[in-house]
């Protein structure tokens, strides 16, 4: 089997388990302001645990709303909080089916063009041959995986 092959699927039995998350909503104020009010503890409370100053907590819990909030200060945060914090990746299908689905965009667009020289030659396919051409050539791309797969095709 192919490597890559191999990786996609294993890495996709793994995150498999993360698909619930999907569903799962950024609360309004984010996801600090949300514990901490769980918590019942003040900005003011969080603040003295991370050593900062009061707004300081305030623009923090601003910059996760915006989506600029680091890694780092999170983790931080979090663990000030006694919780984990948790980065990921999710996909919204499998990687297989996103390498498939790229694959026969890619595919439909080199034989869409092959076929225009094809019918300009007079040697145009049958649709139960360009259905076979195209199955054979999306295979082909998956199981070769070019590095050209990805580029932005016009």
């Known amino acids: 089997m192919n490597k890559k092959k191999l990786i996609r699927e294993q ?3 793994s995150l498999k388990r ?3 998350l999907l569903n799962v909503s950024v609360p309004p104020k984010g996801w600090i ?3 901490r ?8 409370q969080l603040a003295y645990r991370l050593d900062v100053a009061q707004q300081a907590v305030a623009r923090i819990e ?4 915006a989506g600029s909030v680091t890694i780092k200060t999170m983790r931080r945060i979090a663990e000030c909080l ?3 914090f948790v980065y990921g990746f999710v996909p919204r299908t499998s990687l297989e089916e996103t390498v498939a689905r790229q694959a026969k965009q890619v595919a439909i667009q080199r034989l869409a063009h092959a076929s225009q020289t094809m019918s300009l030659e007079n040697q145009a396919l049958s649709r139960t041959e360009n259905d076979q051409a195209l199955s054979n050539l999306v295979d082909e791309l998956i199981r070769t995986l070019p590095s050209t797969l990805w580029n932005k095709h016009d």
């Open 11 to 13: 890495l996709d039995a």
């Open 33 to 35: 302001r949300a514990i």
């Open 62 to 65: 601003k910059e996760e709303l």
């Open 82 to 84: 006694d919780c984990v």
């Open 37 to 44: 009010d769980a918590l019942g503890m003040t900005a003011r």
């Open 18 to 20: 993360f698909s619930p």
